[in-house]
Each structure stands twice: as C-alpha cells, then as structure tokens.
C-alpha cells in the first residue's frame, strides 16, 4: 500500500472550514498549484503545455504502477448522509483514476462506472476489508491511498502502509486538517529525495508500524 | 538571522513533559541522535570517530559563519524565577557557542563568561533589543537562533528571520512543542536540500514575511 499527497510545511493536508465550495479548505489549493504547471499532470489531464522538470518527473512517477485507489467518502464528496445519486464526484465523466476505486462510506451504493477505465466501488464495512478488495483488484500492481488525511491515518494505524511519499510544500496554513496525528508512532525511512524550487518530495518507506 | 533546527515528521522540535531530567521531552532526543554520530560533530566536540558523509557535512556547514547566538531561558535552563547563579547552563565551562550568546529572560544577570570564547548576556528587555545587541556583536558573521520553538517563533512573528534550515526527522513524536504554530503566514523557497538515510536536510529561505 502506498499513499502520495501533498503537505504543508506545518504539516497540513486540508487547509481549515472544508466547504463544498472549497473542499480543501481555505488556503488548501495552494497544496498543488506545483503540480498544475507540470507538463507531465497536464499529459494526463489531456491538456498541452507545463514544465519538463523535477516535479513534472514526480508527478509522472506517482501515476505509475496503480492497479487501485481508496478514498474516503468526504474526498469522493457529496456530502453527508445518503447518497444523492446524481453525485458521481468532483472529476467529471472521465475521473483520473483510470482503475477501481474503493469509497470508504457508511452508506450502501451501487458501483459507478465512469469513462476512462474508473469504477467507484462503495465499500461500507470498514477499512480493512476495503484494503482487501483494493489488494484482490490491483493485482501484482500497487493500491494507492488516495486520501484524505483520516483515510491515510487509519491505513497507518492498522500498520498497512509500506510507503508515505511527501510533497513539502513550502506553505504554512496555520490551521486545518493534520496527516500525522493520531498514527502511533511508525519508523520511517527517507529511500527518495527529490527537491525543486518549489516543492520537496521525500518517499518514505515505512519500516515498521511501531517505534517501541 | 539564520535558524537550523532539527524537527520530527509531525513538526515538533520537543517532545511532551520536558523536565530538569528530560529537557527536551520524552523522546525528544530521538531528533538529535544523527548528529551525535556524525565526524565533524564529534570534531567539533572535541571527540574521535564518527562518520563523514552528507550528515556530518550539514553538521559542520551550520557551525559556520556564526558571530552571535540567542536562544530562550528555557533553552539556557536553571528553572523559571530568579536566577540561581550556580546554574551556568547545560554545556560545562566550554560550551559549543564560541562567541556571544544573548539569553532572553524576565530576571537580570550578569555577563558570564566561559571558556572558549562563549559569553552568554542576558537581555531583559525583549526580542528585538537582543536582536540588535546579537547583530552588532556578529559584526559581519550571522546572527542564529538557537532555540527553543518560542523563541524562533517570536523571530518568525517579528519578520526577522531570513532563513530556516530545518533537520527533517522521519519519527513521529505525537506530541510536544510545535516548531511552526502562531508564526502567521511566511513564504519560503526551499533553496538546498541534502538527503541521507537518517534525515533530510531543507535549508528555506524566508522571502517575505507574509503571504497575504
């Protein structure tokens, strides 16, 4: 299990009073305006233009080799509660996961399948068996965390991730939603460091779910 | 003025219930044990061994240059209150400064002077008049902070600090003091970045003070 996301030099993933007008905070889209400008995300978005570069290889290398994404309900989006059916996520007809896709929820919904080789699977009895049949989907490919940040603190908590790859952000949000809180206390260990003018990406590979 | 610190993965530079016997909190030492195996460190210290390499090159780069410190009373230790003139901080007669040291405090002392160039003056009016007693002191060479959190982050608050080199520390400490909290809303540029298997180094520069 791996887990890619972007972070604030304070340590935040979401930036503070998540709206549906702005579902990752205030100040939270300053996360990835590194990524926008990369030739490589523009690639996959199908569109022209961006930067050759550092972040343009990371963002490339972090679409690599996924054969499924889990995500939680409030990422998928929607809001609370039962579903409203015409709901089928912030992506578009044509999302950019291009895989299954496992949706942590309490509520039961049947399968979407979206352009582009996604399908959102809803999956409403727990983390674990969301990661069995992210795991059984992907194949001899990765499964992918997608977020947000409780996603990826459960998947660390239960000792399931075996990679965290940080882009540092140069930004201090003050306030919002915090990965590394609540997680125990795992050893890491930095395998990959690729730095820019802009971001600096750290892969960790988790050693062990327990420092003590 | 510069600042290098070393700092856990969730952002803490202490750990919690820091005491007389455990200064910088319960496993607070985990973020300062790369330096201590590190050749120019051990150098430095006056002691053989230790290991060349990127650590021990950004060990000996951050000893550089320096003409004054300043750091808080917690960091000088001895207790909250009146001084107890026994008390001559944590290092011995010949502590690692080499040069003026500008102790913030409540309570008046006189200079003391130690071995090796060190003389820690205790300034009771405030950040900004130790800042410019360190300034003037430094003559051409760098003013830095020496710690703790509360008083880089009264450097920070002020607009003061013109560059942070952070020592990133893949533990999760859980808890303790926050490096960057009430610090408002800097932005930095990330301008080098060493990498090792223990620790990442990222030297920022802070271009202005405020985002917004």
Same mark, same amino acid.
């Given at each position: 299990m791996t887990c890619q996301i972007s972070i604030s030099l304070d340590g935040f993933v979401a930036g503070p009073d998540q709206s549906l007008e702005n579902p990752i905070g205030v100040g939270g889209m300053r996360l990835h305006e590194w &990524?926008? /400008? /990369?030739?490589?995300?523009?690639?996959q978005e199908g569109l022209a233009g961006g930067a050759d570069g550092p972040d343009s290889d990371v963002a490339g290398e972090v679409a690599q080799g996924i054969g499924a994404y889990i995500m939680g309900r409030k990422m998928f989006g929607g809001g609370p509660g039962e579903w409203d059916q015409e709901w089928r996520g912030w992506w578009g007809d044509d999302p950019p996961y291009h895989t299954p896709v496992f949706v942590l929820t309490h509520h039961p919904r049947e399968p979407l399948t979206m352009k582009g080789g996604t399908t959102f699977n809803f999956v409403t009895d727990g983390i674990e068996p969301a990661l069995e049949q992210a795991r %059984?989907? %992907?194949? @001899?490919?990765?499964? +992918?965390? #997608?977020?947000? %940040? +409780? /996603?990826?603190?459960?998947?660390? +908590? #239960?000792?399931?991730? @075996?990679?965290?790859?940080?882009?540092?952000? =140069? *930004?201090?949000?003050?306030?919002?939603?915090? $990965? $590394?809180? @609540? &997680?125990? @206390? =795992? *050893? $890491?260990?930095p395998v990959? *460091? *690729? #730095?820019? =003018?802009?971001?600096t990406h750290i892969k960790y590979r988790i050693v062990r779910p327990t420092h003590a």
């Open positions: &990524v926008f /400008t /990369t030739a490589s995300w523009r690639r %059984a989907a %992907a194949g @001899d490919r990765n499964v +992918s965390i #997608a977020g947000g %940040a +409780s /996603t990826v603190r459960q998947v660390i +908590s #239960a000792g399931r991730l @075996d990679e965290l790859y940080l882009h540092i952000v =140069p *930004v201090v949000l003050g306030a919002g939603e915090r $990965l $590394l809180e @609540d &997680v125990g @206390d =795992p *050893v $890491l260990e990959k *460091v *690729v #730095a820019s =003018p802009s971001v």
